[in-house]
């Protein structure tokens, strides 16, 4: 439910529903690589001018979209700002409310070594551990739910010292990636994958086989 989200930010990152408002947190697993965005990349290769994967992820929410004609659904994109420059919606808390990943934050570890350093949180999914993103939120407007009940994400990082490695790693050696693998995973990348989000975007086109025009 949006009030959910609304209850643990402040009002300036509020979403502009009421509290009972349906809504769906969306999220890429390892195999969206092969199963969604090669495909789509074959497919819609003229198309692509921008980012490929944004775009596989709104081609494939759009077409959701037209499964519900007759009801009004709103999209939010990871990647979307406000004019204020503002993310439109805080994906990582969004995760937590709905109970699809937990957050990890400072405020989760009891003795806090990092001083006066600035430490970003990240969510770690129970089957799929860093090895997965959040994509979009999709809402629906003329949906109230007021008997959902809220599920707990799952704590599968419990320990005080297994916390403050996973913000060690995910804060000061983000490139390798290894605070993806802090819970043992059901899924990871494949080599392919990892390759392609180590590239950096200007460069990614080639990797695909798309030319430059097309960017």
Avoid at 75 to 88: H, I, N, T
Avoid at 138 to 154: K, M, T, Y
Wanted: hydrophobic letters at 40%; a neutral charge; glycine letters at 4%.
């Amino acid at each position: 439910k949006v009030g959910w989200y609304n209850a643990v930010l402040q009002p300036a990152f509020h979403l502009p529903y009421p509290d009972d408002t349906l809504a769906f947190v969306v999220l890429s697993t390892p195999a969206m690589f092969d199963k969604a965005l090669k495909p789509f990349v074959n497919k819609e290769r003229l198309k692509i001018i921008r980012d490929p994967v944004d775009q596989c992820v709104s081609h494939h929410l759009s077409r959701v979209k037209e499964k519900f004609p007759d009801q009004r659904v709103d999209v939010m994109f990871d990647y979307e700002m406000l004019p204020s420059r503002k993310p439109k919606f805080l994906a990582q808390t969004a995760a937590h409310v709905s109970g699809a990943a937990y957050y990890y934050q400072r405020k989760d570890v009891k003795l806090d070594p990092w001083g006066k350093k600035k430490i970003f949180g990240v969510c770690i999914h129970p089957k799929y551990g860093g090895w997965f993103a959040i994509r979009a939120l999709l809402l629906f407007p003329d949906i109230e739910v007021p008997f959902l009940e809220q599920p707990a994400p799952v704590d599968c990082v419990s320990t005080e010292e297994k916390r403050i490695e996973l913000l060690e790693q995910f804060n000061f050696h983000w490139q390798d990636g290894r605070y993806r693998d802090i819970i043992e995973v059901k899924e990871r990348y494949s080599e392919e994958q990892k390759v392609y989000f180590a590239t950096p975007p200007a460069e990614r086109f080639r990797l695909l086989g798309l030319s430059q025009e097309a960017q």
